[in-house]
């Protein structure tokens, strides 16, 4: 089944410690991305590769990190995670410009 | 920059009503649009999408219509289930100057009642 997989699906974590959500497509996309959604905000763009070492970022890039390393994995690394970064978090990837994103269940993280 | 504005929700509706949920945006270039939808606890779905001027989108009774003259893409459905009960977001996206980024709406939730 063509998918995109995150995990965790709910994660619990103290201010400081860093984590790392993970996101894997089996659709050998090119284009992969991260998106937080916030109640009131929408969604919004974290970070988003074209490629394989083509990352950029997005509206909203500070407090996170990413690679792509390779096509199919996209992790997303808080290293220093703050209470301002507890929010539903999406993975999404796509073939083309034209072709419209997969998206993930979603993370829903929690920093305390 | 680009962005998508949509109409403000909730909206509520009796079953078998008609939808229409209002989408306009800005681009620079020429976007293609979509719409997604969010049930309780899920992720996005693509719902349907147009890539260029005069194209209609449509899936699951839902149609939308890219109309550049008025830079809209309002999503109608002719009679509404219960089923249909959920967050709809108008996105665009635009791979001008070598990039590719989707702008999203901020959503328009649909509550549909027997």
């Known amino acids: 089944e063509a998918q995109v997989t995150q995990n965790p699906r709910y994660l619990i974590t103290v201010t400081g410690k860093k984590l790392t959500v993970t996101c894997s497509q089996n659709m050998n996309h090119e284009y992969m991305s991260w998106y937080r959604q916030d109640p009131g905000l929408g969604l919004r763009q974290i970070y988003y590769s074209m490629n394989v070492e083509v990352t950029d970022k997005g509206d909203v890039p500070e407090g996170y990190k990413v690679s792509r390393k390779e096509k199919r994995n996209f992790p997303l690394i808080l290293e220093s995670p703050s209470p301002n970064q507890t929010s539903l978090y999406f993975c999404a990837s796509s073939f083309t410009e034209n072709y419209g994103y997969t998206f993930g269940s979603g993370t829903r993280l929690t920093v305390v | 920059g680009d962005s998508v504005t949509q109409m403000e929700g909730p909206v509520t509706l009796s079953e078998e009503a008609f939808l229409t949920i209002n989408c306009t945006y800005t681009?620079?270039?020429?976007?293609?649009l979509f719409w997604y939808v969010q049930y309780p606890g899920e992720g996005l779905q693509l719902l349907l999408k147009?890539?260029?001027?005069?194209d209609k989108g449509s899936n699951k009774g839902f149609e939308a219509t890219y109309r550049k003259e008025t830079t809209s893409f309002h999503l109608e459905k002719g009679s509404v289930q219960v089923s249909d009960s959920a967050v709809y977001f108008c996105a665009l996206g635009d791979s001008g100057a070598g990039s590719y980024q989707l702008t999203f709406g901020k959503g328009t939730k649909l509550s549909v009642i027997p």
């Open positions: 147009a890539t260029k001027a005069d």
């Open positions: 681009a620079t270039g020429y976007p293609s």
